[in-house]
T-cell receptor, first 117, second 111 residues
Framework: AQSVAQPEDQVNVAEGNPLTVKCTYSVSGNPYLFWYVQYPNRGLQFLLKYITGDNLVKGSYGFEAEFNKSQTSFHLKKPSALVSDSALYFC???????????????FGKGTKLSVIP | DTAVSQTPKYLVTQMGNDKSIKCEQN?????MYWYKQDSKKFLKIMFSYNNKELIINETVPNRFSPKSPDKAHLNLHINSLELGDSAVYFCASLGGDQPQHFGDGTRLSIL
């Protein structure tokens, strides 16, 4: 069975500093990995995904993530944090063998990012 | 235009009542989902439908019954509501290899 771990419940960072939100995964085969962001009273919004190719994936709002197969990690990063980045961030993994309709995402428990002015 | 829309946004009701939540997507996607997000923000899949056919049915009480009249709609009916059903319910849709698109959620509170 696939699983995702986000070891930090909360990450605090000063505005303008680089940020990292950690994610590790477990899945048989090559993973499909995703990051989503949730703002208060909103649904999840897609940030970026890794399917194959370059290990550094660029996404929305200046975010990027680095896929590391040996460490089974997919950490989310941003060079310079903004106060507006404060939100709940979810890492998710999809079983690459799942087909249409059975495409199922397994989410981590989420990490609350607070960017301090 | 909202891609995945859920109604109602808020639902406050008493224990024992029956209620429905509706979801519509205008993305032309074949697959739709219901997720439950609990008070600790943990997100868990409940159901998935592909072209109106139930594909995933996680361990969910049979008081929860999804219905898909067509591939653009996936509704969730809940019978005999219990206190533990209080949560935010999210609908999502998926087409091909695209990421899932989520609605803004329905906040269900049981009194």
């Amino acid at each position: 069975a696939q699983s995702v771990a986000q070891p930090e419940d909360q990450v605090n960072v000063a505005e303008g500093n680089p940020l990292t939100v950690k994610c590790t995964y477990s899945v048989s085969g090559n993973p499909y990995l995703f990051w989503y962001v949730q703002y208060p009273n909103r649904g999840l919004q897609f940030l970026l995904k890794y399917i194959t190719g370059d290990n550094l994936v660029k996404g929305s709002y200046g975010f990027e993530a680095e896929f590391n197969k040996s460490q089974t990690s997919f950490h989310l990063k941003k060079p310079s944090a903004l106060v507006s980045d404060s939100a709940l961030y979810f890492c998710a993994v999809r079983d690459p063998n799942s087909g249409a309709g059975s495409y199922q995402l397994t989410f981590g428990k989420g990490t609350k990012l607070s960017v301090i002015p | 235009d909202t891609a995945v829309s859920q109604t109602p946004k808020y639902l406050v009701t008493q224990m024992g009542n029956d209620k429905s939540i509706k979801c519509e997507q205008n993305l032309g996607h074949d697959t739709m989902y219901w997720y439950k997000q609990d008070s600790k923000k943990f997100l868990k899949i409940m159901f998935s439908y592909n072209n109106k056919e139930l594909i995933i049915n996680e361990t969910v009480p049979n008081r929860f019954s999804p219905k898909s009249p067509d591939k653009a709609h996936l509704n969730l009916h809940i019978n005999s509501l219990e206190l533990g059903d209080s949560a935010v319910y999210f609908c999502a849709s998926l087409g091909g290899d695209q990421p899932q698109h989520f609605g803004d959620g329905t906040r269900l509170s049981i009194l």
